[in-house]
């Protein structure tokens, strides 16, 4: 049954419950009346060992359904925090309000007293759990999502939530980062925009560019305007306002900004309001599943963005463009946190096994000589003759040698590397292969993740620890040999996935679902109950 309510009916149900409560120990003994509740809730809660040990910590003492007026206060915080959970994206019909308010209503003995009791904490920790910690399991979505959800004890939200002011607890439940209200602000802006019948028609040229003129570009001029990114105007041609519009979609979507409206452009303009929204409702539940504190200065890694960034105070001291994982097989970027502990100047590049068996080796046996600015070395670390090898024996199983390149600017891994050791082998690093960051997609490493500005990244990284941190990471440079930096604090470094997300100032930003990750997380969300029919305004 789709939920639809507000505020007028909850107070309604709860004054209703009330009267039903106050009938239901109006008629009873006390001892009688304390025996049949507890003994009701004792039974109901033990199929939930957290819900149970709470209940018997407190004595079985009411939650949400004594006489008082705090026990008032806390049924009706409860149900007001359901009617608004869909403003968050969140399954509304998932927390049984219409079931929770019938079965208060009937509500005629203490053992239907201690019945309800228990429903009503199933749905407040269903509820705060979803606005906490997010409605999915991440990995459960796509095993490349490696974020470790915190969630909090059953028993210690209904502590805190029993001994705060009740509308005040919920606040605090949900994400408190200022890119969570920025996305809730751009959510209630969407779904406006629904209502008002969206962005009108979409552009059918294939491509326009400035000095255009034709039904085609006043086309594209409405599509602008109702984006509110031009004003309104009877212009028909591709004039100077309509460039810096275009510029400025441009930028808001990852794309050249070169002001012309080619393919990349128009497919993007052509998106939905609705297509928009899931993005967001998505980077929501996201924003859940990293409902902790990122740390005062970190570097974040947006894989659909391409980019880099070292944030400091919920500013950004410095951003590079990257070069992400391909979209094949095992090379996806994993989404994962960890610390940045050192730098490696100089460094060598020690060839992971999958690369060295799947794509090396085959070279070999076809040409010993192949790759030669390769080395080999056996398990003791002793460096081996090519001409002393015979690759023919050799598979992908029984390969026994490890293959490195040197350091140099041709080295795979350029001139600097960026460690925060992990299990999944990720780091940042410089790369010789500078062409591929003018593309506006750039997913082609084998997972790692490959930075334009990996100097200046370096400068900004090394800034807290050296007076002159320029000088100092070519002073290292400079030996020719591989140097290890250690880094007086470490760094963390959040390695994320967001085809939406938001600015401290500008419009909201949108990126290509590079992996299809957050297509398979709105189909989840989906069918836990979230629709975008169920979105109120």
């Not at 928009?276 to 990122?294: G, P, Q, T, Y």
């Not at 880099?308 to 979209?327: M, P």
Request: charged share 25%; glycine share 6%.
């Amino acid at each position: 049954m789709q939920f639809v309510t507000n505020r007028i009916s909850v107070r309604i149900t709860v004054a209703a419950a009330a009267i039903a409560l106050a009938q239901v120990f109006a008629g009873t003994p006390a001892l009688a009346q304390v025996t049949a509740f507890k003994q009701a809730v004792a039974e109901t809660a033990s199929q939930d060992r957290d819900l149970a040990d709470f209940y018997r910590s407190t004595n079985y003492q009411p939650v949400w359904t004594g006489e008082t007026d705090a026990d008032r206060a806390r049924r009706q915080a409860l149900f007001q925090a359901i009617v608004h959970s869909d403003v968050h994206g969140l399954p509304a019909a998932r927390y049984k309000a219409e079931d929770l308010m019938a079965q208060l209503k009937a509500v005629r003995s203490h053992r239907d007293r201690g019945l309800v009791e228990v429903e009503l904490s199933r749905a407040f920790l269903q509820l705060a759990r979803d606005m906490q910690s997010g409605v999915l399991t991440p990995s459960r979505v796509d095993a490349d999502i490696k974020r470790e959800v915190a969630y909090r004890e059953k028993g210690q939200n209904l502590s805190r939530f029993l001994h705060s002011n009740p509308r005040q607890f919920f606040k605090t439940l949900a994400p408190t980062t200022n890119e969570y209200a920025r996305l809730l602000k751009e959510r209630a802006r969407l779904t406006h925009l629904i209502e008002q019948g969206g962005w009108g028609a979409v552009v059918t040229a294939k491509s326009l560019k400035p000095g255009n003129e034709g039904p085609e570009v006043v086309s594209l001029r409405n599509r602008l305007t109702a984006m509110g990114y031009l004003s309104r105007s009877a212009s028909v041609s591709y004039d100077e306002n309509m460039q810096k519009a275009v510029q400025q979609f441009q930028a808001d979507h990852g794309l050249n900004n070169d002001g012309v409206a080619g393919a990349s452009t128009i497919k993007q303009m052509n998106v939905s309001v609705e297509e928009r929204l899931k993005s967001i409702l998505v980077a929501l539940e996201r924003e859940r599943w990293f409902n902790h504190d990122r740390g005062q200065r970190h570097v974040l890694v947006n894989l659909t963005d391409f980019s880099a960034r070292i944030i400091e105070s919920d500013r950004v001291a410095f951003q590079t463009r990257a070069v992400v994982g391909k979209n094949q097989g095992d090379r996806r970027s994993p989404e994962f946190s960890d610390e940045m502990e050192h730098l490696v100047i100089n460094p060598t590049w020690n060839v992971p096994r999958s690369i060295a068996t799947k794509e090396y080796l085959p070279m070999m046996k076809r040409n010993r000589n192949a790759v030669g600015h390769l080395k080999l070395y056996d398990r003791r670390g002793r460096q081996v003759s090519r001409a002393n090898i015979n690759f023919a024996a050799y598979n992908a199983r029984n390969f026994p040698y490890a293959i490195k390149q040197p350091p140099s600017s041709r080295n795979a891994l350029g001139l600097v590397k960026f460690m925060f050791p992990n299990k999944y082998n990720i780091y940042l690093h410089d790369t010789p292969a500078k062409n591929l960051f003018s593309r506006e997609m750039r997913a082609f490493s084998h997972g790692c993740i490959r930075l334009q500005q990996p100097f200046e990244f370096a400068y900004e990284i090394l800034s807290k620890q050296e007076d002159d941190p320029k000088g100092f990471f070519h002073s290292k440079l400079r030996t020719g040999s591989e140097t290890r930096v250690n880094l007086d604090q470490k760094i963390p470094v959040h390695i994320m996935y967001r085809t939406a997300f938001t600015n401290a100032k500008g419009r909201a930003q949108y990126r290509d679902d590079v992996y299809g990750r957050d297509g398979r997380i709105w189909d989840a969300l989906q069918k836990a109950g979230v629709s975008l029919g169920d979105v109120q305004g």
